[in-house]
Every structure is written in structure tokens, then in C-alpha cells.
């Protein structure tokens, strides 16, 4: 069993930056792909960013490309999500997602994912 907080979430204006974190619990941290989705209010829940097991491969929505970066850090059992020039769209709950796998393919689909965080505002002001 796997348990994932989120934190690091809050209010900033345009431009500004925050970092998100997700501490993962369990001892095969390792070997999991790490994701991050968002969800704004009245929309459906986004594939923002994930990260193959040992950090090689990232992947972001185009939305966040250039902007975002996803990290992971075995040693911790941590995964971050370093968010620059936010803008007003990027407003939504992020959540953390994980999954045990080891392979190459690239996992955007909430449905791949059997662990989640329960989620933290980020909220951008114009």
C-alpha cells in the first residue's frame, strides 16, 4: 500500500512561482512512475506532468512545457512539481498519482494510475 500527500499549494499572482511536493509512503517508491493531474472547477481532471521510475524520462502537457518541472527523489520518497510563470488558467486542485511500473511507455491516463494524493489548491490571481 501506497499513501501520497501533496503540499505546497497556495495562493500566488501571475508570474509567480510554487513548488509542489508529494511524499509517498512504502519501500518500492522506486520503482513507480509519478504523475501530477489538475482539476479546475467545472472541468474534467488533466495530465499535467509525469516521471518514469528512475527520473530519466519526463513528460509534460503543452500547456506547462517550458514552464513546469517534474523531479523525483528516491532517497526521500518524494516527487516535486516546480511551477514558474504561473497564469491564471494553471488555478486547479493538483493531485499526485503514482503507479508500480517499469516500463517505457508514457503514462498520461488517470486510469493507469492506482495512487493519489488527495490533492492542493494552487490558485493563480491576475
Known amino acids: 500500500q501506497v499513501q501520497l500527500v501533496e503540499s505546497g499549494g497556495g495562493l500566488v499572482q501571475t508570474g509567480g512561482s510554487l513548488r509542489l511536493s508529494c511524499a509517498a509512503s512504502?519501500?518500492?517508491?522506486?520503482?513507480?512512475?509519478m504523475a501530477w493531474f489538475r482539476q479546475a472547477p467545472g472541468k474534467e481532471r488533466e495530465f499535467v506532468s509525469s516521471?518514469?521510475?528512475?527520473?530519466?524520462?519526463?513528460y509534460y502537457t503543452d500547456s506547462v512545457k517550458g514552464r513546469f518541472t517534474i523531479s523525483k527523489d528516491n532517497a526521500s520518497n518524494t516527487v516535486y512539481l516546480q511551477m514558474n510563470s504561473l497564469k491564471p488558467e494553471d488555478t486547479a486542485v493538483y493531485f499526485c498519482?503514482?503507479?508500480?511500473?517499469?516500463?517505457?511507455?508514457?503514462?498520461?491516463?488517470?486510469?493507469?494510475?492506482?495512487?493519489w494524493g488527495q490533492g492542493t489548491q494552487v490558485t493563480v490571481s491576475s
Open positions: 512504502g519501500r518500492t517508491f522506486s520503482r513507480y512512475v
Open positions: 516521471i518514469n521510475w528512475n527520473g530519466g524520462t519526463t
Open positions: 498519482a503514482g503507479t508500480f511500473y517499469g516500463g517505457t511507455a508514457v503514462l498520461i491516463q488517470g486510469n493507469q494510475y492506482g495512487y
